[in-house]
């Protein structure tokens, strides 16, 4: 059989209509016979692409959206998109310069083809070579920053025992005189106790003089008073003290070594931006004056905490049990009462965008999800106070006992309770309790871990590190005598910093993450709760007003 038959269809040359077609120019879309090739390619004016016709490749046109049984086989110069035969004769293109679609088709192959030798031969070896070459370097740059931290520990080994050395040196000398202040102690105690032994000898003769009724003995009887009248000499000793210079870290920075400035260059000398200006936020400054925005109306009667569901979306909480998510222009977004009826204690914003709240009086820690409501943690003995949501996803609560004689800081991840912070190293209370009411300690994790509670109730900020050993607890401005410390909410942001409300005197107080004062935010009114979003906007919560103030401070 034929092979160019087709169920008994003869398939003819395009060009003469007589003999079998053997070839097909793509370029085209043209049939050809052997004959019919030589004159056809002889017009040397378009760039033909025969091929033999088992080899052709079909091209395939659209369907025209308009009437859909027909094919795009022209082109609308003006209008820059194929057309069918129907559309060239409608009135809708009248006027217009029609072309054959397949000149556009051959001219495009055209320049995909150059575009894809440029690729192939000259850019894609260049950039398989860039790539090889940053491997390299990225290796090279491993090991380099290996030996560099190796020398870090060395140096730090050096500092280790040097300092190791002083401190054993130190403890040397205090059990020296310690050993000394002992032996002074016990001399005078055997010195005391051997005049007691004769004391107390004398007093059961003079016992048995008295009861024998003795004349000889009575009358012989020579009295010791005088001796013990004037008591033995007491030794008193004084523990000596140890007294350190503060630390300067910089001068300690000197001595252990700088690095050198970082440096990223591209090979025609532009400096890049800097590893660290990258992966880490910037460091910007306080603004000495704040800029305010328009706040948001809660329309509660009392507002008791805020916290950011994005740059425009705030989760409050106040004195019903209704929670509000709120957009900047106070329209109300959502709503949801809590699952007993009782009042949130306090809310937070998980990673993951859910909202957390608590139930100090059932008890309860809940998880609100698509608008559904899970209890996660009941509590037996203790009430649930101020929740934050760490950046591990875990919950920090603060509870006190119901007899309130106790408070703590838990740690949750989902209900399973992972750690529990009370006491210092002395196993004295991290944090007052007692007080009269329950959410007097509000909670935030900062950037570098630290875990920070304003304590209303001991009028302090209480920082534990993420092992719960405190680091430091700041009373307020130290230049301050005249006026109280009444923190409350508290939050961090992005530098590490940590804000608190000082709800009494109208402020908040700026520290940074080691609990150096900075400056304060004035002209608050009550500022109970507080947070941050992703670009260190705060939220005030201004508990009288039920307003939230949104304030730029960096």
Request: with cysteine; aromatic share 6%; hydrophobic share 30%.
């Amino acid at each position: 059989m034929d092979p160019l038959r087709r169920a008994q269809i003869i398939l003819l040359c395009d060009f003469c209509k007589t003999a079998h077609l053997q070839s097909h120019c793509e370029r085209c879309d043209i049939n050809l016979c052997l004959t019919c090739v030589g004159e056809y390619l002889s017009d040397t004016s378009i760039r033909h692409k025969v091929v033999p016709y088992k080899y052709r490749k079909s091209l395939h046109y659209s369907k025209c959206p308009d009437h859909a049984d027909e094919h795009c086989k022209h082109y609308c110069e003006r209008c820059d998109i194929p057309v069918c035969s129907t559309c060239v004769s409608s009135s809708k293109h009248e006027g217009h310069d029609i072309s054959d679609i397949l000149g556009k088709f051959s001219a495009k192959t055209e320049s995909l083809q150059k575009d894809l030798e440029e690729l192939e031969t000259r850019m894609y070896p260049l950039y398989e070579e860039m790539a090889f070459d940053f491997q390299t370097e990225k290796t090279e740059l491993e090991t380099n920053y290996g030996k560099l931290t190796t020398t870090a520990d060395q140096h730090g080994e050096i500092l280790h025992r040097e300092i190791t050395a002083i401190v054993n040196q130190r403890k040397s000398d205090i059990q020296e005189m310690k050993n000394k202040h002992l032996s002074t102690l016990n001399k005078n105690t055997e010195e005391i106790t051997q005049k007691f032994t004769e004391l107390k000898q004398i007093i059961s003769d003079l016992k048995s003089i008295l009861k024998s009724n003795n004349v000889s003995l009575t009358s012989t009887y020579k009295s010791r008073n005088s001796e013990f009248r004037t008591l033995p000499l007491k030794v008193r000793v004084t523990v000596p003290s140890l007294s350190a210079q503060k630390l300067n870290k910089d001068h300690l920075n000197e001595m252990f070594g700088s690095l050198s400035p970082l440096s990223i260059n591209t090979e025609h000398g532009n400096t890049m931006k800097s590893a660290e200006a990258v992966s880490s936020p910037p460091v910007n400054p306080l603004l000495d004056d704040r800029c305010l925005t328009p706040t948001i109306d809660t329309g509660f009667n009392y507002i008791y905490s805020v916290s950011c569901l994005s740059e425009d979306q705030v989760w409050t909480c106040g004195d019903n049990e209704t929670m509000k998510l709120l957009n900047l222009q106070s329209k109300l977004l959502t709503s949801i009462q809590t699952k007993s009826g009782n009042e949130p204690e306090d809310i937070a914003v998980t990673r993951d965008g859910d909202l957390v709240y608590t139930d100090p009086i059932n008890r309860t820690v809940n998880l609100v999800k698509n608008k559904q409501i899970q209890t996660v943690i009941t509590l037996q003995g203790w009430r649930p106070g101020i929740i934050c949501s760490t950046t591990s996803d875990d919950l920090l609560v603060t509870m006190i006992s119901d007899d309130k004689k106790q408070s703590k800081v838990v740690r949750y991840s989902g209900s399973t309770e992972k750690q529990s912070i009370q006491f210092d190293d002395h196993d004295r209370p991290l944090y007052s309790y007692g007080y009269f009411i329950n959410n007097d300690k509000y909670i935030c994790e900062n950037r570098n871990m630290d875990i920070c509670v304003a304590d209303f109730g001991a009028s302090s900020v209480v920082v534990v590190n993420q092992s719960g050993k405190l680091r430091f607890r700041y009373i307020g401005h130290p230049s301050n005598t005249e006026q109280s410390f009444d923190p409350v909410g508290i939050t961090t942001d992005s530098q590490s910093h940590i804000l608190t409300g000082d709800i009494v005197n109208n402020r908040i107080h700026i520290l940074d993450q080691d609990g150096q004062f900075l400056r304060y935010i004035h002209n608050l009114k009550l500022p109970l709760g507080l947070c941050v979003d992703i670009r260190d906007n705060l939220f005030v919560a201004e508990r009288d007003t039920a307003k939230v103030k949104i304030i730029q401070y960096i």
